[in-house]
T-cell receptor, first 114, second 114 residues
Framework: EAQVTQNPRYLITVTGKKLTVTCSQN?????MSWYRQDPGLGLRQIYY???????DKGDVPEGYKVSRKEKRNFPLILESPSPNQTSLYFC?????????????FGPGTRLTVT | SQQGEEDPQALSIQEGENATMNCSYK?????LQWYRQNSGRGLVHLIL?????REKHSGRLRVTLDTSKKSSSLLITASRAADTASYFC??????????????FGKGTLLTVNP
């Protein structure tokens, strides 16, 4: 089954404790991205990757890191999480960059930073 | 700032009625897509409309695009309780370069009452 998986689905952590949210897709997609969703602010893009070893900042990259060492994986790293990073996070992928192709979304990761 | 903005923020209708949601954007675009999100879950692609298209249909969905007004509308006909969800438009601003940032609006929350 074609899908985007994220782990963990739920995470409660404390300020400053490094964490990684994994994202994996099995569709051989080139484009992958991370979003955060907050009430009243909608969905905002954090980082995106157009292919292996090619990443770029979205609209809200501060406090996040990403890497794309393999085509299928695109982990999101929070080196020193803070409470303002409490949010619902989504990973998405598409065959190619841009909106010529539909985005496939993962199920989401609900992160709480205390 | 948000590129796409949906209107209204919330819409409540009775089953069988039509629902219309609008999306306005600020800069020229290549494509525009509509997505649905059931509460707390990942977004699901509904329909893509290209900048050179004016109207597109998919089942009970009808999407229009007016590039002169920088706006799009999503019409759901004969709505069902299962259509209850948030609906988002996504755009890829035509920056003329290799920028593949995607921008989502804040969404319209549609409630269809049985």
């Amino acid at each position: 089954e074609a899908q985007v998986t994220q782990n963990p689905r739920y995470l409660i952590t404390v300020t400053g404790k490094k964490l990684t949210v994994t994202c994996s897709q099995n569709m051989n997609h080139e484009y992958m991205s991370w979003y955060r969703q907050d009430p009243g602010l909608g969905l905002r893009q954090i980082y995106y990757s157009m292919n292996v070893e090619v990443t770029d900042k979205g609209d809200v990259p501060e406090g996040y890191k990403v890497s794309r060492k393999e085509k299928r994986n695109f982990p999101l790293i929070l080196e020193s999480p803070s409470p303002n990073q409490t949010s619902l996070y989504f990973c998405a992928s598409s065959f190619r960059p841009g909106l010529d192709y539909e985005q496939y979304f993962g199920p989401g990761t609900r992160l709480t930073v205390t | 700032s948000q590129q796409g903005e949906e209107d209204p923020q919330a819409l409540s209708i009775q089953e069988g009625e039509n629902a219309t949601m609008n999306c306005s954007y600020k800069t020229s675009i290549n494509n525009l897509q509509w997505y649905r999100q059931n509460s707390g879950r990942g977004l699901v692609h509904l329909i893509l409309i290209r900048s050179n298209e004016r109207e597109k249909h998919s089942g009970r969905l009808r999407v229009t695009l007016d590039t002169s007004k920088k706006s799009s509308s999503l019409l759901i006909t004969a709505s069902r309780a299962a259509d209850t969800a948030s609906y988002f438009c996504a755009t890829d601003p035509n920056s003329g370069g290799s920028n593949y940032k995607l921008t989502f609006g804040k969404g319209t929350l549609l409630t269809v009452n049985p």
